[in-house]
């Protein structure tokens, strides 16, 4: 088992800028890739960005691409999401996810744990 916590949500202007934080635990060792996640009121969950253990390859929506940056801290297990140039669109509940298989990155089913999720509201 894997557990995922997130952190760092909150209400920002647009323009503004937010960091996520995503901290695991558990059987850490078995995860393939780690990625994030967002679901908007009566929309669909999709997929924002995602992170390659082995070699740290990244691949990002094309509606956050430029904007937000994904990264890893080894040492404490943490898995961030840097959000930059926000706008209202980007509002969401934001989840940290983990794969522990060779699958499609961007299709949220084919992910094995998830955590609780962290609500981003972008408003003036």
């Known amino acids: 088992q894997v557990q995922l916590v997130e952190s760092g949500g909150g209400l920002v202007q647009p323009g503004g800028s937010l960091r996520l934080s995503c901290a695991a635990s558990?059987?850490?060792?078995?995860?393939?890739?780690m990625a994030w996640f967002r679901q908007a009121p009566g929309k669909e969950r999709e997929f924002v960005a995602t992170m390659r253990q082995v070699d740290r390859t990244t691949f990002y929506a094309d509606s956050v691409k430029g904007r937000f940056t994904i990264s890893r801290d080894d040492a404490k297990k943490t898995v961030y999401l840097q959000m930059s140039s926000l706008k209202p669109e980007d509002t969401a509940v934001y989840f940290c996810a983990a794969m522990t298989d060779v699958k499609a990155y961007q299709f949220f089913n084919n992910y094995d744990y998830w955590g609780q999720g962290t609500q981003v509201t972008v408003s003036s």
């Open positions: 558990g059987r850490t060792f078995s995860v393939y890739r």
